[in-house]
């Protein structure tokens, strides 16, 4: 996996003047672009939309800074207009061209990215592969923004919502794997910036057949492989810490990848102040 991120960074520095065809690109380095898209955000902290955009950015200062006609060095980064150039320009460098051309800067570089596997100050993976019937995942949903590091308090907000007997009785439901509570996260692109929408449901999983309450929302998961973590530890820094080590350490090292679906927190144990928690993280993946 490793070598085919870095594949892929050479190949955005091929393509910084038009579109790349991300699709072609992960046939050819026998992955998905679900997969590839989703390590390289893990790995490099952006998505890669982010990441060309910046590349972009950082090599077209160099032409705006000698002077060459703006229309030109639009057109060469796969720009329509001096007008949506210069805007894309700012939101990189902070200001348009025509200032940094004046003053020099400021310019804001994006060094090219390189992925290095080290086993280094590794994250030791308690973790198992679970082959699940289609099964369906019901509870209370909402829309919440994504953020990547510390509790999203948009999600805290909506379960804090819920009675302690809901909580009871959506425990209560639960007739199969994932067991007990459930927090499901669904609908996020792979490359998703921080700040994007996603499904957040707050529930339990039942069996295909298990009737579902009218007042609750149900998620439908069809049958498949799951890779599972156990954590436990400080909540949620052990479970967000087990989350990122998904990406550096256990992909890389193993012969599956992720595949579309929810992303599954079952809670097995959380302490009465919430400080500390015994939870499971199932993501859906399929052999590599």
Known sequence: MISALNRLVDLVEEHL????????VSRELATTEY???????????????EYVRRR????????????DDLLGIAVRYGYGSAEAFGRAFRAVHGAGPAEVRRDGGPLRTQPQIRFHLTVEGSTPMDARIADRPEIRLVGHATRVPLIHAGANPHIQEFVAGLSTSEHQRLKALSDTEPAGLLQVTHGIEPDAPEGSELTY??????????PVPDDLDAIEVPAGKWVVFRTSGPYPEALQTAWAAT??????????????GPSIVAMLDLAADFSTATCELWMPVEPA
């Not at 997969?35 to 939309?49: D, I, Q, Y």
């Not at 972009?56 to 002077?67: H, L, Q």
């Not at 707050?202 to 295909?208: C, I, L, N, S, Y």
Request: charged share 20%; no cysteine; glycine share 10%.
């Open 17 to 24: 003047g038009k579109e790349m065809d991300v699709s072609a």
């Open 201 to 210: 449901l707050h529930g339990a999983a039942v069996g295909r057949d298990t």
């Open 247 to 260: 990406a550096t350490d256990w992909f890389p090292s193993n012969p599956w990848r992720l595949r579309p």
């Open 56 to 67: 972009r950015m950082t090599v077209a200062a160099g032409d705006v800074v000698r002077g």
């Open 35 to 49: 997969h590839l898209r989703r390590m390289f955000s893990s790995l490099a902290g952006m998505p890669l939309s």
